[in-house]
T-cell receptor
Framework: GENVEQHPSTLSVQEGDSAVIKCTYS??????FPWYKQELGKGPQLIID?????GEKKDQRIAVTLNKTAKHFSLHITETQPEDSAVYFC??????????????FGQGTTLQVKP | DAGITQSPRHKVTETGTPVTLRCHQT?????MYWYRQDPGHGLRLIHY???????DKGEVSDGYSVSRSKTEDFLLTLESATSSQTSVYFC????????????FGPGTRLTVL
């Protein structure tokens, strides 16, 4: 079945450094890739997303890149701050099909930013 | 924040008892989803609904049933709870598959002893 693999499972960086989280998807028909951030005790919240017709998207300190040929996409956080500490999830889906918006999530990455 | 509430927020129950979790939204979104979150597995879809009385199975639906009699409410029922159903359960809503952003509720932590 459809699968999304996410690495690493944990990541620790110093404040100000960059953090990179990588995901690989199995369904070549996937065309929408959101990233969610989950703070302790809360539900996941969308932070950035990318469509399959775009190779890169940036939003301030956050960027996502997509390589359709290799079927992988990555989240890049620059100038990390303590408030970036959270669990991050990648996901993939076929947008606009009969898939009814079902997201396939990666396993999650716990990011710790040390002051 | 999207208007999504889940109740109860915490529940401890015993094996074999029925349990119902409720998701309530005030956004009038058509699609609603139930996920479970377990360490090492991320979020896995249990069931979803694409309208009143319209529901379908997700990837881990065994042992769960759902109902949606009103747009704003989506109920998840464990007919006979098992220890393997100990998890954190999240409800999510979206306007539809072409929008895809899903807004998540605060979660329900369920412990089955």
């Amino acid at each position: 079945g459809e699968n999304v693999e996410q690495h690493p499972s944990t990541l620790s960086v110093q404040e100000g450094d960059s953090a990179v989280i990588k995901c690989t998807y199995s369904d070549s028909a996937s065309n929408y890739f959101p990233w969610y951030k989950q703070e302790l005790g809360k539900g996941p919240q969308l932070i950035i997303d990318i469509r399959s017709n775009v190779g890169e998207k940036k939003d301030q300190r956050i960027a996502v890149t997509l390589n359709k040929t290799a079927k992988h996409f990555s989240l890049h956080i620059t100038e990390t701050q303590p408030e970036d500490s959270a669990v991050y999830f990648c996901a993939a889906t076929r947008r606009g099909s009969s898939n009814t918006g079902k997201l396939i999530f990666g396993q999650g990455t716990t990011l710790q930013v040390k002051p | 924040d999207a208007g999504i509430t889940q109740s109860p927020r915490h529940k401890v129950t015993e094996t074999g008892t029925p349990v119902t979790l409720r998701c309530h939204q005030t956004e009038n979104h058509r699609y609603m989803y139930w996920y479970r979150q377990d360490p090492g597995h991320g979020l896995r879809l249990i069931h979803y609904s694409y309208g009143v009385k319209d529901t379908d199975k997700g990837e881990v639906s065994d042992g769960y049933s759902v109902s949606r009699s009103k747009t704003e409410d989506f109920l998840l029922t464990l007919e006979s709870a098992t220890s393997s159903q100990t998890s954190v359960y999240f409800c999510a809503i979206s306007e539809g598959p072409n929008y895809n952003e899903q807004f998540f509720g605060p979660g329900t932590r369920l412990t089955v002893l």
